[in-house]
């Protein structure tokens, strides 16, 4: 799986959109971006994930480069229960399944 | 959605004694479970990878002969710490892998166990 580079924190005003952005730049051509959110002392929760294209659930709006070697994570009204490690992995191919994490984003939401 | 189940939520054990956390996946078979071991304030890190009706693969650095996996059926795989030490204590996550191709959502994380050996 391809490596992932996420800045270590970031705050958000409650109400405010937050961009979280991650650097996939090694991403292989059958790797999607996945996005799972970690509350503490739980397991990975699924946000979104995409290939190349940008795709929006009722959580989140995902934003994919045309080269896919970043992509950023966008929750439009980020409220105080969005604070949580973010993690961005790649995964896809020959390894489908098994996810490598990194060291992901803490965001902290703040009224 | 998918859902998968860790048992128990936590466990107190004493050191020297074996501790046996199941991870099933409630309403979806899978042929591919994965179990995560995550220390405080550190990311998630792979262990293995269990193979229903094969032989787990363990990463690198993981001993097979302390952290045994057995995934007897499509929707149970169970991790068992043998010998367990304090330094063993952690948050361990599974995850499940629903059947299909590669791509899309189909990996679902447990809600974790914490395991404190006293």
Redesign the interface.
Known sequence: DAKTTQPPSMDCAEGRAANLPCNHSTISG?E?V?W?RQIH??????II?G?KNNETNEMASLIITEDRKSSTLILPHATLRDTAVY?CIV????N?????????TTLTVKP | GAV?S?HPSWVICKSGTSVKIECRSLDFQAT?M?W?RQFPKQ????MA?SNEGSKATYEQGVEKDKFLINHASLTLSTLTVTSAHPEDSS?Y?C?A?RGG????????????S?LTVV
Do not use: C
């Open positions: 059958n999607y996945y799972y002392s739980q397991g990975p929760q699924y994930h290939l993690y995964r896809g191919g020959t489908a399944g098994k996810s490598t994490f990194g060291d992901g | 998968v860790q591919t994965f995560y990311s998630l890190m792979l990878t948050f996550i995850s892998r191709g590669p791509a899309g959502n189909t990996i679902y994380f447990g809600e974790g914490w």
